[in-house]
């Protein structure tokens, strides 16, 4: 028993021993993994407050800005509501109020054109006129670009000095129109004329009324446009030298004064018919054409004596400069020699003063603005 207890004792010393080492590793450990765990959460800590603070201004600026496919906030809101942005965004929505209250100042008007020349730079003279090969209209315009809808044109490199209606009474002349497209389009272009083409066709079957028609011609185109001349032709005479300005003068102007048909002889002092032009005022002077000659003849002498009794004289272009060629054809049908026309040439001074623009009337059937001429379709009603 004795010899049992020294063994017995150091056993228990050495196990007391591993119990002390095992709870001291044990405390060790412990410990370790406490301050470890006090480090994180403290990280934890931080990266949410820094999370915080970095979240904020990104989703201000995220309000801050406006949808792409948004309209713009209305001017009198953004007057009312507060700015929470700083000084430089506030400057800038200011700039913005500004500029929608105050828009951008139109450009300015091109500088007047001076005056066109009195006698056109372009003219050539002399041109050569035939009537065998066909016309195309659509050739026509593209010969003609600046020839606007309706037969409208002005120069672009100067003022014309007259705004001019060319005026043309018509009925079934389809091919002879085409030709006085193709060869006065460019003739009046190179006078520098700021002018229209107005095509005044007769409906219908009734005899052919031509100066009741001018008259027409003269009313509808005021309708369109201040023009101050008016230049009255047929549709089947072509000049042969643009030098032979369609405009008008201070004396109404008798234009076609060498006809091939006469010659190219004035066929006596007093004729009239054919080409003429007048201003507003000469043409208001004698109360217009009359209205009352219907068939062929008789209206272009009327004319003559109302110009003569209000103290009109004629001017006429030289006879080479004023000579036309006319395209041949038949007598239209429903335009017989009037046998009235004499009678009524022998009493214009007492029927001028009640026949005329003061007496027109009709009835417009159709408009039609065509690429090189406007056509103005009417009933002209019954003899």
């Known amino acids: 028993?004795?010899?049992?207890?020294?063994?017995?004792?150091?056993?228990?010393?050495?196990?007391?021993?591993?119990?002390?080492?095992?709870?001291?590793?044990?405390?060790?450990?412990?410990?370790?993994?406490?301050v470890r765990s006090l480090d994180i959460r403290f990280a934890f800590v931080q990266n949410q407050q820094s999370g915080h603070r970095v979240a904020s201004p990104?989703?201000?600026t995220r309000t801050q800005l406006p949808h792409p496919q948004e309209d713009p906030p209305k001017q009198e809101d953004q007057k009312d509501k507060p700015n929470p942005q700083g000084e430089d965004q506030k400057d800038q929505q200011d700039q913005k109020d500004q500029q929608d209250q105050n828009p951008p100042k139109e450009e300015e008007p091109?500088?007047?054109?001076?005056?066109?020349?009195?006698?056109?730079?372009?003219?050539?003279?002399?041109?050569?006129?035939?009537?065998?090969?066909?016309?195309?209209?659509?050739?026509?315009?593209?010969?003609?670009?600046?020839?606007?809808?309706?037969?409208?044109?002005?120069?672009?490199?100067?003022?014309?000095?007259?705004?001019?209606?060319?005026?043309?009474?018509f009925r079934n002349r389809g091919e002879h129109l085409k030709y006085w497209l193709y060869y006065l389009h460019p003739i009046l272009q190179r006078q520098q004329l700021d002018y229209g083409v107005y095509v005044i066709n007769q409906d219908g079957e009734q005899i052919f009324n031509r100066a009741k028609l001018l008259n027409i011609g003269y009313v509808e185109s005021l309708k369109e446009y201040d023009y101050e001349c008016f230049v009255f032709?047929?549709?089947?005479?072509?000049?042969?030298?643009?030098?032979?300005?369609?405009k008008c003068f201070s004396q109404p102007r008798h234009l076609s004064v060498?006809?091939?048909?006469?010659?190219?002889?004035l066929?006596?002092?007093?004729?009239?018919?054919?080409?003429?032009?007048?201003?507003?005022?000469?043409?208001?002077?004698?109360?217009?054409?009359p209205n009352n000659y219907w068939g062929w003849g008789g209206e272009d002498d009327d004319i003559y004596n109302r110009l003569a009794s209000k103290g009109m004289s004629i001017s006429r272009p030289t006879g080479e400069v004023g000579k036309c060629r006319m395209i041949r054809h038949e007598r239209d049908r429903k335009n017989e020699p009037n046998p009235q026309r004499f009678d009524r040439i022998a009493h214009t001074r007492e029927t001028m003063s009640k026949d005329g623009i003061n007496s027109?009337?009709?009835?417009?059937?159709?408009?039609?603005?065509?690429?090189?001429?406007?056509?103005?379709?009417?009933?002209?009603?019954?003899?």
């Open 58 to 60: 990104a989703q201000t």
């Open 360 to 383: 027109l009337s009709y009835r417009v059937v159709k408009v039609e603005k065509m690429d090189l001429f406007t056509k103005i379709t009417v009933d002209v009603g019954k003899p």
């Open 1 to 34: 028993m004795a010899a049992d207890s020294p063994v017995n004792f150091n056993l228990l010393n050495r196990t007391c021993k591993l119990v002390v080492l095992l709870c001291l590793l044990h405390i060790s450990v412990t410990v370790v993994f406490y």
């Open 110 to 169: 091109q500088k007047q054109l001076d005056k066109c020349p009195e006698t056109s730079p372009l003219l050539v003279g002399p041109l050569r006129v035939e009537f065998s090969t066909p016309v195309n209209l659509d050739q026509v315009k593209k010969d003609n670009p600046d020839v606007q809808l309706g037969g409208r044109f002005k120069p672009r490199s100067c003022r014309a000095l007259q705004k001019v209606a060319i005026i043309i009474p």
């Open 267 to 289: 066929p006596y002092n007093q004729y009239f018919g054919g080409v003429s032009s007048m201003s507003k005022d000469q043409y208001l002077k004698i109360n217009g054409f």
């Open 258 to 265: 060498s006809m091939d048909k006469f010659g190219f002889r």
């Open 233 to 246: 032709s047929d549709v089947d005479l072509i000049p042969m030298d643009d030098r032979n300005t369609y």
